[in-house]
Nanobody, 121 residues
Framework: QVQLMESGGGSVQAGGSLRLSCEASGIVYSIDYFHYMNWYRQAPGHQRDLVASITRGGLTEYADSVKGRFTISRDNAENSVILQMDSLKPEDTAVYYC????????????WGQGTQVTVSS
């Protein structure tokens, strides 16, 4: 089993910054075990959407709404994936979820419990 523990959510005014962290533990000895490490978000009444993704090789993708403001990165020493969020807007308010995926043999798809981000205007 893989456990994902998110931290760093909270409340901030528009234009501010937050840093989300997601630490993987359990059977995982290295985050290189995962092919993809992702951050999703879900606002009330909306579906869960992909915000940012990073591959084992370090390739990144972002939702159009966060490009240029959010940065996803991997911290192998801490077995973590980081989401640095700058220039936050009220529409970024949501519960943010960490997700990891491993493909092929021993495939898995694991989720964290979510962390609330609230941006006030």
């Amino acid at each position: 089993q893989v456990q994902l523990m998110e931290s760093g959510g909270g409340s901030v005014q528009a234009g501010g910054s937050l840093r989300l962290s997601c630490e993987a533990s359990g059977i995982v000895y290295s985050i290189d075990y995962f092919h993809y490490m992702n951050w999703y978000r879900q606002a009330p009444g909306h579906q869960r959407d992909l915000v940012a993704s990073i591959t084992r090789g370090g390739l990144t993708e972002y939702a159009d709404s966060v490009k240029g403001r959010f940065t996803i990165s991997r911290d192998n020493a801490e077995n973590s994936v980081i989401l640095q969020m700058d220039s936050l807007k009220p529409e970024d308010t949501a519960v943010y979820y960490c997700n990891v995926k491993r493909l092929g043999i021993s495939a898995l798809d694991a989720w964290g419990q979510g962390t609330q981000v609230t941006v006030s205007s």
